[in-house]
């Protein structure tokens, strides 16, 4: 049997680390190229700590699709980053290609969890960060 046609598992706590970052959040591959026969494919999960958030970026090519575990999201986009959707445990999210935009933790007390897919690949353009006092009801820590 050839090596393409056996299914490859990741077990928990042996995803792959090395994945690209944005800020705050951070991001843990179980499947893509990185450590798996994947070649369209990216995906993994992410959190960010209470309060924290992304560095505004966007992922080249790649269309995502993200559904929250745990917590409360919200996504900046738009012009200076002044439109956003709110996302909470159950929600699904489509982000298009080369979209600029960042995920903040609405809570300063609750971890953030995210699973997410990418296709070709996991892309992460860091872009010049903005002040969080310019981000519509954004909080630190």
């Not at 077990?11 to 369209?40: I, N």
């Not at 970026?57 to 996504?75: K, N, Q």
């Amino acid at each position: 049997m050839a090596s393409n046609t056996r299914i490859v598992v990741t077990r928990s706590g042996g995803e792959h680390t090395g994945t690209s970052q944005s800020g705050g959040l951070a991001l843990v591959t179980g499947v893509g190229p990185q450590h798996t026969p994947a070649t369209k494919l990216w995906f993994g999960k992410a959190s960010n700590k209470p309060g924290f958030r992304s560095l505004p970026h966007h992922h080249g090519e790649a269309e995502t699709g993200a559904y929250v575990l745990s917590g409360r999201a919200r996504i900046y986009f738009g012009e200076d980053y002044q439109e956003f959707v709110d996302l909470s445990e159950g929600d699904f999210m489509f982000v298009p290609p080369f979209l600029p935009h960042l995920e903040a933790n609405m809570s300063t007390t609750d971890e953030l969890w995210w699973i997410a897919c990418r296709s070709p690949e996991n892309i992460v353009v860091n872009l010049a960060d903005v002040a969080d006092a310019s981000l519509p009801g954004y909080r630190r820590v």
